[in-house]
């Protein structure tokens, strides 16, 4: 199943730098895995934002509820979810 995914992320100045990077480092190691397993096929981000636009291709709604919320940032993240189906115009 294909899902659009929106994710605006909202890291809180009381959070300290350290902290931050940190996690933000953890967040790059999970995505690029799932990317790597073809879980995360599309990964854009939205220019001049601190949010990205991305295609997960998984099994179920509840495996994408299981991936985003094992998300480091997923704490300071807001999330909109679209399930996609395939257009029937499309030629791919």
């Known amino acids: ?5 929106h994710m605006i992320v909202d890291i809180p100045g009381s959070l300290g730098p350290d902290e ?11 995505s ?4 790597r397993a073809g ?3 599309h990964l854009w981000r939205v220019v001049g934002e601190y949010a990205n636009y991305s ?4 099994e179920s ?11 480091p940032l ?3 993240m807001k999330i909109t979810v679209t ?10």
């Open 1 to 5: 199943m294909l899902y659009l995914v």
């Open 32 to 35: 690029q895995g799932l990317q």
């Open 83 to 92: 399930p996609l189906a395939k257009h029937p115009s499309a030629i791919a």
């Open 61 to 71: 709604n509840d495996e994408l509820h299981d991936t985003l919320g094992k998300l």
């Open 55 to 58: 295609v997960f291709d998984v």
């Open 39 to 41: 879980k995360w096929p």
């Open 74 to 76: 997923f704490p300071f």
């Open 20 to 30: 931050a990077a940190r996690i933000k480092a953890e967040e790059k190691a999970y």
